[in-house]
Nanobody
Framework: QVQLVESGGGLVQAGGSLRLSCAAS????????MGWFRQPPGKEREFVAA????????SYATSVKGRFTISRDNAKNTVYLQMNNLKPEDTAVYYC??????????????????????WGQGTQVTVSS
């Protein structure tokens, strides 16, 4: 069982920055594939960013590419989402997700919610105009 705890959300003005953190349980975090998703008000959950077991494997939604950066610190069992130049349309509940322990290494990244089995409770990000 993998537990995920997000933090770092809040209220920010358009053009501002926030950094979300997601702390994961488990002794094999380095082989977890991780992702960030968000759910805007009244909309379905959507992909934001993903990172593979290797920090060199990342993927971003078109809407955030160039503004958001996903990274991981395996020593701290933590994945981050640095969000710059925030826009009102980035307002959403942001969720961290993990596939849990893997039994082999790959350079894959996963972008669909149904590819993840573990989810955090979410953290609210509100961007005012």
């Amino acid at each position: 069982q993998v537990q995920l705890v997000e933090s770092g959300g809040g209220l920010v003005q358009a053009g501002g920055s926030l950094r979300l953190s997601c702390a994961a349980s488990g002794r094999t975090f380095s082989n977890y594939h991780m992702g960030w998703f968000r759910q805007p008000p009244g909309k379905e959950r959507e992909f934001v960013a993903a990172i593979g077991q290797s920090s060199g494997s990342t993927s971003y939604a078109t809407s955030v590419k160039g503004r958001f950066t996903i990274s991981r610190d395996n020593a701290k069992n933590t994945v981050y989402l640095q969000m710059n130049n925030l826009k009102p349309e980035d307002t959403a509940v942001y969720y961290c997700a993990s596939r849990g322990p893997e039994y082999y290494f790959s350079n894959d990244v996963y972008t669909r919610p149904d590819e993840y089995g573990y989810w955090g409770q979410g953290t609210q990000v509100t961007v005012s105009s």
